[in-house]
């Protein structure tokens, strides 16, 4: 099933019409946008203001506040929701004034350079000790490693993840797939996702130690309390991480997130030769932004290696002498 966020209550009668008028967005969408102008509506109350009479500087006194205790990327997409929300509010006609995003001085947060300790991939050799220590023959242990593999082979968000269904899993293709539901506040799109043969062994595996428990259909990935199948739900998000995560410390590893095993797939995928669509199509991106964002760190590496792979005056490695500097 489709990840939910609770719905958040609107702090003013403003925001509940904004947000009602938008029947278009999905729920996830539609908290999002609620939570940042409700957020807004107390920073102005403190201030002895309202929504409807906001000026520039309030706007860019927000935004300076908020630029330090989140990433730029976030600051960003606060901004975007409170520029379509007073885009609404003039044409609406609740706004007094003019449109305080109209002022020059209102900017947009830069998406500035990433910090380096969020973009860190999860290196091959943490990879192989985590999956090594995972049991083949525990239920839980063969499903938690399919999510492992699955999430650093193919790149899957852990939303996505959590929304796999056992139906739109075909194991027993020549290319074993999956059929994705990606994220977007427009309820997402489906991708199929091929799989590699290390994940498709996992989920063959975990599929057999569900025995009983087996569903036809339903969460692929479900939930379990002690060691066995609950109701037949599947996992959150936030216990797909979690569980991720924990394991991650008992072995000792440096834990940066489960983004980091889409970072890794990005990566691994140019390293191996692969071309950007087809990177692009697989981790289910709308355009190569994302991707150029991902590998901009590794990116000389990247082409030094896919250079050397399609060198027409290379001999074979059999034959290669050992070259020596004058």
Known sequence: MPYTRTPVQPADPLIRRH?????????????????????????LGERGSSLAAATPEDVIEYLDL???????????????????????????GSHPGPNPFLDEDVTAPPVGQPDPSR???????????????????????????????????TGLRSIEVSRCEVE??????????IEVLGKGKNGGKWRRVPLSWET???????????????????????????G???DGSGMTERAIQD???????????????????????ATNGKERGLDDSTVIAILGWE??????????SRAQSIAIAQFAANDPTAPPASRRRRLKAV
């Open 19 to 43: 947000v009602v008028r938008h029947r278009e967005w999905t729920e996830n969408y539609r908290a999002d946008n609620t939570e940042v102008l409700n957020r807004f509506h107390r920073f």
């Open 66 to 92: 908020r630029c330090k205790t989140l990433k730029s990327s976030s600051a960003h997409k606060e901004f975007q929701h409170l520029r379509t929300f007073y885009r609404w509010v003039v044409k609406d």
């Open 119 to 153: 973009l860190t991939l999860f290196s091959p050799e943490d990879y192989e000790r985590l999956m090594r220590s995972f049991d083949k023959r525990s239920l839980l242990d063969s499903r938690n490693a399919a999510i492992a593999s699955l999430m650093y082979r």
């Open 168 to 177: 739109r899993l075909d194991l027993e293709a020549e290319i074993p797939t």
């Open 200 to 226: 498709a062994e996992w989920l063959d595996r975990y599929l057999r130690r569900l025995g009983p428990d087996r569903r036809e259909s339903g969460p692929l990935f479900l939930a379990t309390a002690n």
């Open 228 to 230: 066995a199948v609950t």
């Open 243 to 265: 569980t991720l995560k924990k394991r991650a410390g008992q072995l000792g590893i440096d834990w940066r997130g489960v983004h980091s095993f889409r970072r890794s797939a």
């Open 287 to 296: 355009d190569g932004r994302m991707l150029a964002h991902y590998t901009k």
